[in-house]
C-alpha cells in the first residue's frame, strides 16, 4: 500500500460518510453514502491490513475508485472489533468460515459511468478467483433509503462469472490513463 493510499481512501470515506443529522436536516434527503458508519483512520488501517482483496481504481494518480474487502478470519486478527465498537455486520461474521471473504465497502466517485464499478468487480472476481476464496458476503443496508443500485449491483455479480482484467475493459472502453491495482 502506498502511504498517500490510506489517506485518499479515508479522504473518499468522509466525504460521501452520511449521518442520521444529514437525513434528518436535508432536503432534499442524501439517496447514496455510508449511512451512520463510523470508520476512523486507525479502523481504516486495521481493515487495510490484509490488501489482497482490496482494490484501487486510480486516474492520473488520484483514486477514483476502490473496493474494500478482506477475509472474515481478518476480523479478529487486525483487532477491528475493539472494546466499545459496535459492528453488527463484523459481529456476525465472526461465526462464519474465516476463508470467506467480506466485501465492505465499495466506492466510485460521483459522475464516473456505473459500468466503472463494475470493472473494479471484475478485477475483484479475478483475484478471488485466483486465491481459491470459498465465498464472497456483503451486506447492503437498506435504511433510511433503499439501496437499489448496491442491491442491483450485487445480484448482477452472482449472476455472472466474469474473468477479464478490469484494466483491459476500461482501456476498451476509452480510459487510457486509468490504472487498477491492488493496495500495494
Known amino acids: 500500500m502506498r502511504a498517500t493510499d490510506l489517506d485518499q481512501v479515508f479522504e473518499l470515506f468522509r466525504g460521501t460518510s452520511v449521518s442520521v443529522n444529514d437525513v434528518e436536516k436535508s432536503n432534499p434527503k442524501p439517496k447514496r453514502g455510508f449511512y451512520e458508519y463510523p470508520m476512523s483512520i486507525n479502523d481504516l488501517r486495521r481493515k487495510m491490513s490484509d490488501t489482497t482483496f482490496s482494490l484501487l481504481l486510480e486516474d492520473r494518480g488520484r483514486i477514483v475508485s476502490y473496493l474494500l474487502a478482506y477475509p472474515a478470519g481478518q476480523i479478529q486478527s487486525s483487532g477491528m472489533l475493539t472494546p466499545g465498537h459496535k459492528d453488527?455486520?463484523?459481529?456476525?461474521l465472526q461465526a462464519i468460515d474465516p476463508r470467506i471473504v467480506y466485501a465492505d465497502q465499495l466506492y466510485v466517485k460521483p459522475g464516473l459511468p456505473t459500468y466503472v464499478a463494475g470493472r473494479v468487480s471484475?478485477?475483484?472476481?479475478?483475484?478471488?478467483?485466483?486465491?481459491?476464496?470459498?465465498?464472497?458476503?456483503?451486506?447492503?443496508?437498506?435504511?433510511p433509503w433503499m439501496n437499489q443500485s448496491s442491491t442491483r449491483f450485487a445480484l448482477c455479480r452472482a449472476s455472472q462469472n466474469r474473468v477479464d482484467t478490469a484494466e483491459q475493459l476500461l482501456k476498451r472502453e476509452g480510459f487510457n490513463n486509468v490504472v487498477v491495482r491492488p493496495f500495494v
Open 88 to 92: 453488527l455486520v463484523l459481529e456476525k
Open 122 to 143: 471484475d478485477m475483484f472476481d479475478y483475484v478471488a478467483a485466483g486465491e481459491q476464496t470459498p465465498g464472497i458476503v456483503t451486506a447492503i443496508p437498506q435504511m
